[in-house]
């Protein structure tokens, strides 16, 4: 088994992390992009007030998302719900 330096195996933990980071930020832009095509289409007349302001909270924590953030999690779901990004 061949010696790995200590510089190595920071290097590969941190790979590692990388890919972790980097499915969950998929993971997260799914949630987002279902998230807010969900409020774009929802009707608040029709809700009961905790769910409206649930929903609101959901709006807010939307409009709170960067532009690029907020157009990559739509693209992620554009083809599950027909939306333009």
């Known amino acids: 088994m061949p010696h790995i330096t200590m510089k ?4 590969s933990m941190l790979r590692e992390e990388v890919e972790i980071l980097m499915n969950e930020r998929q993971s997260l832009l799914n949630t987002a ?19 409206c302001q649930a929903a609101k909270i959901l709006s807010s924590s939307l409009n709170s998302l960067s532009e690029e953030t907020l157009r990559d999690a739509l693209e992620k779901v554009k083809t599950e719900f027909s939306v333009r990004a």
């Open 8 to 11: 190595e195996q920071e290097i």
């Open 33 to 51: 992009g279902a998230a807010a095509v969900f409020v774009a289409n929802l009707d608040s007349t029709l809700l009961p007030d905790c769910a």
